[in-house]
Each structure stands twice: as C-alpha cells, then as structure tokens.
C-alpha cells in the first residue's frame, strides 16, 4: 500500500519570502500522480499543483513549484513571494496510474501560516 | 448549481442515530468517493464508487453504508453513529482515469453527542 508523510505538521513563513513543504511518499509503482491540494479555513479543498511521474521537469503554477525527486521518492512544494492568502493547510496526495481505482492517498496536512 | 454540492454543511447527532450524507455532482463524473478528515489524520478514504451501482470500500469503511443509483449521487449513510464518527465529511468526484482533478465538495461537519 502507498503511504504519504508530512513529517512537518506547522510551518510559518513571512509575507514576500519563500517556503518549501516536504513531503515524502512510499510505493513500489513506476508510473502515478502526485498533487498538492490546499485548504483554507473555508475547508474547501483547492488542486495547488499536479505532477505526472513519468515526467522529469517539475511543475509550476505561477508563485507555486515542486522539486520532485523520484529515486528519494521526495516531492516538496516551494510558494515564492508568499502573501497572506497562502495561510492554510496544505496536503499532499498520491494517485495511483494503474488500474481502476483512482483513489487519494493524503498525507497528514501541514499548516502554513504567514507573517504580515 | 454546477459543480459538486453535500448536505447538511452542519449536522448534530445522537450515539445510535442513523444519518445520511448527501453528496450530488452536476459533471457525470464516473469516479465519487467519500473521505473523513480529521486532525492528524489528514483525508481517509471511506467509499468509493467508479459508476452508478458499483461501489468499493476504502480505508475506514465500518460503520457506514454507501449507494450510487444514479451517476450524479452518492449518498452516505452512518446505520448507528457512534462519538467516533464525528468529523469533517468531504464528497469528490474525477472523470475516468488518474491524471484527471478530483474536484472536492464544500464538505459537512458532523457532530455525533
């Protein structure tokens, strides 16, 4: 079974800086998803970034980026020039691209606080 | 409205009460699942369904029952709840296949007393 650690559970992080969240994750398939999904205190849960196993180049969306290290089984998610609407927890999330079942498996979260 | 609607959003139960969750997505999706969050735990999965009358259990299924008649809805129903079923219920939906968004509903806050 696949397994996804968020080691860190808080992390703070001051307006216009940069932060990285680690995330680390187990599993014995070559191809899969990776994604990092946000919620803010509204609960609603927002796709941050999403990023295809087979593929080298790390994924970027605007101020939002990861470093996907596949062999360390890694998958950290850097927000540059932070602003106060990136407080929120933030879970990362893996996805299976074989067979039927199209489940997440989430970690733990990691609330992101930010500094005015 | 389109997109992926539960209700209640609040709900307060008694122990041994039977509740239902519901969960209605306006995309026909084929994939719905239901997950439960809570803290330190992150999302678990409890149900799952790939098309209308074919469902799976996921990680945490005891205690409820799910059922999927028609695409679009995907019911959640707590027989007896019980104290430790209280929790942050979340409803997804995703088309076929893994590289596809599962688009998360608003979710609904359970309270069993």
């Known amino acids: 079974a696949q397994t996804v650690t968020q080691s860190q559970p808080e992390m703070s992080v001051q307006e216009a800086e940069t932060v990285t969240l680690s995330c680390t994750y187990d599993?014995?398939?070559?191809?899969?998803?990776l994604f990092w999904y946000k919620q803010p205190p509204s609960r609603q849960m927002i796709l941050v970034i999403r990023q295809e196993a087979y593929k080298q180049q790390n994924a970027t969306e605007n101020r939002f980026s990861v470093n996907f290290q596949k062999a360390a089984k890694s998958f950290s998610l850097k927000i540059s020039d932070s602003q106060l609407g990136d407080a929120a927890m933030y879970f990362c999330a893996y996805r299976s691209a074989s067979g039927a079942n199209s489940k997440l498996t989430f970690g733990k979260g990691i609330t992101l606080s930010v500094r005015p | 409205d389109a997109g992926i609607t539960q209700s209640p959003r609040y709900k307060i139960t008694e122990t041994g009460r039977q509740v239902t969750l519901m969960c209605h997505q306006t995309?026909?999706?084929?994939?719905m699942f239901w997950y439960r969050q809570d803290l330190g735990h992150g999302l678990r999965l409890i149900y799952y369904?790939?098309?209308?009358?074919?469902?799976d259990k996921g990680e945490v299924p005891d205690g409820y029952v799910v059922s999927r008649s028609k695409t679009e809805n995907f019911p959640l129903t707590l027989e007896s709840a019980t104290r430790s079923q209280t929790s942050v219920y979340f409803c997804?939906?995703?088309?076929?296949?893994?590289?596809?968004?599962?688009?998360f509903g608003p979710g609904t806050r359970l309270t069993v007393t």
């Open positions: 599993t014995s398939e070559s191809d899969y998803y």
């Open positions: 997804a939906s995703s088309e076929w296949g893994a590289a596809y968004e599962q688009y």
């Open positions: 995309w026909s999706h084929s994939y």
């Open positions: 369904s790939a098309a209308a009358d074919i469902t």
